[in-house]
């Protein structure tokens, strides 16, 4: 026959639930924040390279704008020439990008890229004369020309730059 004291734990087996489920929260609760964590770093990381391919489509559209201008019979871009002074080309001189008679931004009739923090631009420069060409080619070649398009597009902030370069030489 069995007592009703046969039925009780012994004293070390009564409280031990109670800190086993508390642990095994604690754990669950650190796996949650870490996987909250990641989760949102995998979405700056997103949102990152999305600001990132848009500022890279917004250049791309800016030069081939200027491009198209070059190839134009009519062209309404200016044409600027490149500083004289090591370090100073016009595309690294940050207030260029904002004067509308060095750069112009593309036409708000383009074909439209929501969200950019700001419209793309770009600016022209003749570069005949700093090419490393032979001084025997330019001359039977007087016609020729030379120019570097520079161009620069914002993503969805204006943290997301992207520049791009391309030369166009006519002979």
Not at 52 to 57: P, Y
Request: aromatic content about 6%; glycine content about 8%; hydrophobic content about 40%.
């Amino acid at each position: 026959m069995h007592t009703s004291t046969d039925m009780m734990p012994n004293d070390m087996e009564r409280g031990i639930a109670l800190p086993i489920v508390l642990i095994f929260l604690v754990v669950m609760m650190l796996l949650g924040v870490t996987t909250i964590r990641n989760v949102t770093l995998g979405e700056k990381m997103s949102g990152n390279l999305h600001n990132q391919q848009l500022a890279f489509q917004a250049a791309e559209q800016a030069l081939r704008y200027c491009e198209n201008d070059l190839l134009a019979a009519v062209r309404t871009i200016p044409v600027k020439t490149p500083g004289l002074t090591a370090g100073s080309n016009n595309w690294e001189v940050s207030t260029y990008w904002s004067n509308d008679g060095i750069s112009v931004a593309v036409p708000a009739g383009s074909p439209d890229k929501s969200g950019l923090a700001a419209r793309p631009r770009c600016m022209v420069e003749d570069v005949k004369d700093t090419l490393n060409l032979d001084p025997n080619e330019i001359k039977k070649n007087e016609s020729m020309e030379a120019y570097r398009i520079t161009a620069r597009g914002f993503g969805g902030s204006v943290n997301a730059v992207v520049m791009l370069q391309s030369y166009l030489r006519f002979n």
